[in-house]
């Protein structure tokens, strides 16, 4: 049964800091990877997407990185900025997608 | 960007009753949708998955005859909350994508509560 943990649970910064989100599973034949952020009572936003063959994605201030062998990805977010507080989800695909359950990032003005 | 919509946004219904909620892409054809569920503090559990045309394949330990999931065209799927108790109370997120190489997109959630 695949398990997908992040940490930290909960990060608050200081705004302009560079940070890392962390995420690991346990069954490393992933189809992909996805990368989520989620505002309190609402729905998700799909932030980057690693398919099981790519080691990286970047998306503006954001990269995420795979590695598969060990089971690890990583969602680098450059600059923060105090709109960037929310929770950040990592899920992984095998057949479906399985959720961490999340970091909640504060980034303080 | 890809869009999907979910109604309603949130919903209260006595227990005994039974609720319907619609999600919707708006702007590409979703051949899978996925239904989750999602407590306070915690992540998404797939509750099930629709392909268009096709009976849902529900998650173990979910009831599919609580649970009714319709896909019935290519941009909406239903689920329906039938008989539902204060237990059922919870926020419901769909997704749906065009292919298996492609991300899901997240409708918005529906906020349900039963009294």
């Known amino acids: 049964k695949q398990e997908v943990t992040q940490i930290p649970a909960a990060l608050s910064v200081p705004e302009g800091e560079n940070l890392v989100l962390n995420c690991s599973f346990t069954d490393s034949a992933i189809y992909n990877l996805q990368w989520f952020r989620q505002d309190p009572g609402k729905g998700l936003t799909s932030l980057l997407l690693i398919q099981s063959s790519q080691r990286e994605q970047t998306s503006g201030r954001l990269n995420a990185s795979l590695d598969k062998s060990s089971g690890r990805s990583t969602l680098y977010i450059a600059a923060s900025q105090p709109g960037d507080s929310a929770t950040y989800l990592c899920?992984?695909?095998?057949?479906?997608?399985?959720f961490g359950k999340g970091t909640l990032l504060t980034v303080n003005p | 960007g890809a869009v999907v919509s979910q109604h309603p946004s949130w919903v209260i219904c006595k227990s005994g009753t039974s609720v319907k909620i619609e999600c919707r892409s708006l702007?590409?054809?979703?051949?899978?949708m996925f239904w989750y569920r999602q407590f306070p503090k915690q992540s998404l559990m797939l509750m099930a998955t629709?392909?268009?045309?096709?009976?849902?394949?529900?998650e173990q330990g979910v009831e599919k005859d609580k649970f009714l999931i319709n896909h019935a065209s290519l941009t909406l799927s239903t689920l329906t909350v039938t008989s539902a108790h204060p237990e059922d109370s919870s926020f419901y997120i769909c997704?749906?994508?065009?292919?298996?190489?492609?991300?899901?997109?997240f409708g918005p959630g529906t906020r349900l509560t039963v009294t």
């Open positions: 702007d590409f054809q979703a051949t899978t």
């Open positions: 997704s749906a994508r065009v292919h298996r190489d492609y991300e899901q997109y």
């Open positions: 629709s392909n268009e045309g096709s009976k849902a394949t529900y």
């Open positions: 899920a992984v695909e095998v057949l479906k997608l399985t």
